[in-house]
């Protein structure tokens, strides 16, 4: 049974940092992308940043382009992504998640291709 489990949110004002993990366990599984989520309250799940599964390339939406950075460590089955800058707006739970498929660059931020999810961890940036 694949497992995603998300750590690292928490409070923390406007400006500062956070860096979220994710270990993922329960394979082998065939990944081909892992990426990062987030959803507010009344607001559609937005894709952040994807990487892939042992690899090394990466996208970011351009929304958060500059302030986010995700990376992997394959040792320790764990994804992370750094946060800078943090806005208010930026409050959100946030997600990770895998996909066992090819993605294009047009489907690598729908939510609707990634097969495994993990519980979220909520940020909350204030002003």
């Known amino acids: 049974q694949v497992s995603l489990v998300e750590s690292g949110g928490g409070s923390v004002q406007a400006g500062g940092s956070l860096r979220l993990s994710c270990k993922h366990s329960?394979?082998?599984?065939?990944?081909?992308?892992m990426a990062w989520f987030r959803q507010a309250p009344g607001k559609a799940r937005e894709g952040l940043a994807v990487i892939r599964y042992r690899g090394s390339t990466t996208h970011v939406a351009g929304s958060v382009k500059g302030r986010l950075t995700i990376s992997q460590v394959d040792a320790e089955d764990t994804l992370y992504l750094q946060m800078s800058s943090l806005k208010p707006e930026d409050t959100a739970m946030y997600y990770c998640?895998?996909?066992?498929?090819?993605?294009?660059?047009?489907?690598?931020?729908?939510?609707?291709?990634?097969?495994?999810w993990g519980q979220g961890t909520q940020v909350t940036v204030s002003s």
């Open positions: 329960g394979g082998p599984y065939m990944a081909y992308w």
């Open positions: 998640a895998a996909a066992t498929r090819a993605l294009t660059v047009r489907t690598i931020f729908d939510a609707d291709e990634y097969n495994y």
